[in-house]
Every structure is written in C-alpha cells, then in structure tokens.
C-alpha cells in the first residue's frame, strides 16, 4: 500500500501536471470505484484544481468549486500519467481523469477490488474522511508520546493505526523501527523515556529521507512504479539478506498478507520473535536466539 513518501510523490508529481488546469472529464470504468453519490462525478468536471493534499494515505484534489476528489489507492491501486483521453482498457483500469495535458489513469492489480474514490463538499466533507492520525511532522515528542501510549499496543501495531500517525504503513514501519533499534514487540506503555526519542527520531528522519529521495525521482519522471521494496531499505523485503549495521541475516514475522522484518541483533537483543505458522509447527523446538537458529537451519 503506497504510504506516505508515496502518496507525497505522487502529489509532488501531480502538482506539476493538474495544478491551476481544469478537470475536464471523470471517466469511470468501474461503478464500484465510486463511493459516494453526490456530489456527482459531473458536478466536479469542467472546474480547475487549486489545491492537492494528503490525507493519511489518501490523495484530495480540491476544485475551484470547492468539491473535493479523494482516492485511496489500498494495496494494489496505483496512478498512471498518460496522453490525453487515454483508452481505460483491460480489467485492471478503474477511472481516467481528464486534463488539457494528459489523463490520469488509476488501476489496480488483482481481482480484489479495494481502491476507493469520494466526492465530497468543502473542508467538512474532507474532514469526515480523515481517520485522525497524527501527523508526525507538526508534533513534538510530547504529543507523539501521547498518541502511541493512549493504549498499551506492540509499536508495530501503534506505528501502522491510521488512527493513532498518519500515512504509516507495514514498509515504513520496519525502517523506522531499525532504525529506532526497537523490538516490533516491544509495548509502548514499557518504553524507556530515551527509547521515546530514538522512536520519535527515528519516525521523522525516516520518512523525511524517503520523501525526499522519492520527491526527487518524481519531479523527474512520474511514479510509475510505486512498491513497497525499494532499493535502499535497511530491512522491509530483505528477509534472509544482511542487516546494513550489523551484517546478521533479516528475519521475519508472517501473519495473514503481511510479514514485518526485522534484525535480531540490532533490535531484540538476539531474540527469534516467534512466527505464527512455524511456531506452531516446531513447538517446544522453535528457536529463541540466533544462535539455536542457526544451529536449526544446519539439521
């Protein structure tokens, strides 16, 4: 799911594209797209876009008519900047929105369909769809404390709740808890005070160096290929690949569609966080260092 060093490319790149430009057609290719039903996706056509902003994970392209288009891409959605009245062909292109220069083309992979687009009225309408996060960039450590610890959650758990931060998601919540040197595990209401400023360090450096790195790949070419493995990342979807400070191999915690990655050494003092599938299929045998792990793998 793009989070938000995507979802601040994405911006970066569509403000240079649809800024100040009229919004001349909303093609819809899906009906399920759509989740509101007024006002309607003609109300907003014909009006120029004065404002692009993000909202937790979701993208707000505000009109002079102050309407709002709000699109949440979920896990598998994902815009295309294309020639302008590009053909919505095959089942993964949802919606085209059409400008002077260019369409802006939203599909999504898979037969899952996720993405979800709203129109809505004014800051109000906007409001209504904010989940409340906190956005991490105008707190200080006070009320970013605060946030996390208003219920006793793995830092996993409190980093990726679109209603305790704003724009975090499973990628992002690896890097900022290696780099905060932090268990996944670890309780927020057991913090230490000096593991609070590692954490709320670690958060704000963390997505100001991916905003910037991915900002700058947008204002040279648009986002086609928004993943959550980039090249660069310290432990998300390097399982099995060296820690970049210690050089230990990652490890990993599946569970449903989602895994978390993490270092062992770097971040639970060589403890094997136990995974759900193997833990319950090695019992008593499921390894609790690095060390008995190792020593598994050579059986």
Same mark, same amino acid.
């Given at each position: 799911? =793009?989070? @938000? ?9 569509? %403000? ?5 430009? =009229?919004? *001349? ?13 007024? =006002? ?10 004065? %404002? ?16 709002? @288009? ?23 292109s949802l919606a085209a929105f059409d400008f002077p220069d260019g369409s802006l083309v939203?599909? %999504? ?65 690896? %890097? ?6 932090? +268990? ?34 947008? *204002? ?23 820690? =970049? ?33 193997? +833990? ?18 050579? *059986?």
């Amino acid at each position: 799911m =793009p989070e @938000l060093p995507d979802i601040a490319a994405y911006i970066s790149a569509l %403000e240079a594209r649809i800024l100040d430009r =009229p919004l *001349r057609q909303v093609r819809l290719a899906s009906a399920f797209l759509l989740r509101t039903v007024e =006002p309607a996706p003609s109300d907003i056509a014909g009006h120029k876009v004065c %404002e692009i902003q993000r909202l937790g994970k979701r993208i707000a392209i505000g009109t002079d008519n102050d309407l709002w @288009l709000v699109l949440h891409l979920m896990i598998a959605g994902r815009l295309h900047w294309r020639p302008p009245q590009a053909k919505l062909a095959g089942r993964q292109s949802l919606a085209a929105f059409d400008f002077p220069d260019g369409s802006l083309v939203l599909t %999504e992979a898979g037969t899952k369909r996720r993405a979800s687009m709203h129109i809505v009225r004014g800051r109000e309408g906007l409001d209504s769809l904010d989940q409340g996060g906190l956005d991490v960039f105008s707190s200080d450590l006070d009320s970013f404390r605060a946030r996390l610890a208003e219920e006793n959650r793995t830092l996993k758990r409190a980093l990726t709740d679109p209603r305790v931060l704003s724009g975090i998601g499973n990628a992002y919540s690896d %890097e900022i808890l290696h780099a905060a040197q932090l +268990s996944p595990i670890a309780l927020t209401r057991k913090l230490q005070p000096e593991e609070w400023e590692r954490l709320f360090t670690a958060t704000r450096r963390t997505l100001e160096i991916w905003v910037e790195r991915l900002g700058d790949e947008a *204002r040279a070419a648009f986002p086609e290929k928004v993943t959550a493995f980039r090249k660069g990342m310290a432990v998300h979807g390097r399982y099995g690949e060296p820690c =970049p400070r210690c050089g230990d191999k990652v490890l990993r915690i599946r569970y449903a569609d989602n895994e978390t990655n993490y270092c062992a050494r770097c971040q639970t003092a060589g403890k094997v966080l136990a995974d759900r599938g193997l +833990s319950r299929l090695l019992g008593a045998d499921w390894p609790r260092t690095l060390e008995e792990l190792e020593a598994l793998k050579r *059986r």
